[in-house]
């Protein structure tokens, strides 16, 4: 079964500053995919940033990157120049493709981190 | 125009009666999915249905019952309301694997006293 860990419960920056959140997760999958999930307090889960595992390059979005290590199966993400609009719960998950060659995938999500941005 | 809806998004009711939470998506997606997090904000997948067909079922008690009249909807319906049952239920959709996104609706909160 595949498992996504997020080992930081909590964790605050200051606005302006430099943030990274940990991942890592347990698969023998070689195709599968990787994502970076926003809660914010609306409860409205919105993406921030995906990764296709088969490709090397990290992914970023604006301010927002990630530091996929395959071999280490570690996926954290880095939010640069915080703001306190980023204060969410931010949510890692995993997706793989159920069955070869099938049309259906399942998403597991990690238990969550919680983000403060303080002014 | 809301890509992925749900209604009701607040349910407040007693334990022991049935409830429906109702999803529906606009997106022309094939596959959709219901999944509850606990007061501890954890997501947990429920159900999936890819065009009316059910593919995952995650050992949710069988009081939960998804139905899926068309692609476009995935109603969930649950008999015999337990405490244990509040929660945010939450609807998404997604086309494919290849694009992978999973875009959800605005979550319906469950309460039961």
């Known amino acids: 079964a595949q498992t996504v860990t997020q080992s930081q419960p909590e964790m605050s920056v200051q606005e302006a500053e430099t943030v990274t959140l940990s991942c890592t997760y347990d698969t023998s999958e070689n195709n599968y995919y990787l994502f970076w999930y926003k809660q914010p307090p609306s409860r409205q889960m919105i993406l921030v940033i995906r990764q296709e595992a088969y490709k090397q390059q990290n992914a970023t979005e604006n301010r927002f990157s990630v530091n996929f290590q395959k071999a280490a199966k570690s996926f954290s993400l880095k939010i640069s120049d915080s703001q306190l609009g980023d204060t969410a719960m931010y949510f890692c998950a995993f997706m793989k493709r159920l069955g070869s060659g099938g049309s259906n995938y399942k998403l597991t999500f990690g238990k969550g981190t919680l983000l403060t941005v303080n002014p | 125009d809301t890509a992925v809806s749900q209604t009701p998004k607040y349910l407040v009711t007693q334990m022991g009666n049935d409830k429906s939470i109702k999803c529906e998506q606009n997106?022309?997606?094939?596959?959709m999915y219901w999944y509850k997090q606990d007061s501890k904000k954890f997501l947990k997948i429920m159900f999936s249905?890819?065009?009316?067909?059910?593919?995952i079922n995650e050992t949710v008690p069988n009081r939960f019952s998804p139905k899926s009249p068309d692609k476009a909807h995935l109603n969930l319906h649950i008999n015999s309301l337990e405490l244990g049952d509040s929660a945010v239920y939450f609807c998404?959709?997604?086309?494919?694997?290849?694009?992978?996104?999973?875009?959800f609706g605005e979550g319906s909160r469950l309460t039961v006293l």
């Open positions: 249905y890819n065009n009316k067909e059910l593919i």
């Open positions: 997106l022309g997606h094939d596959t």
């Open positions: 998404a959709s997604s086309q494919d694997f290849i694009r992978g996104e999973l875009f």
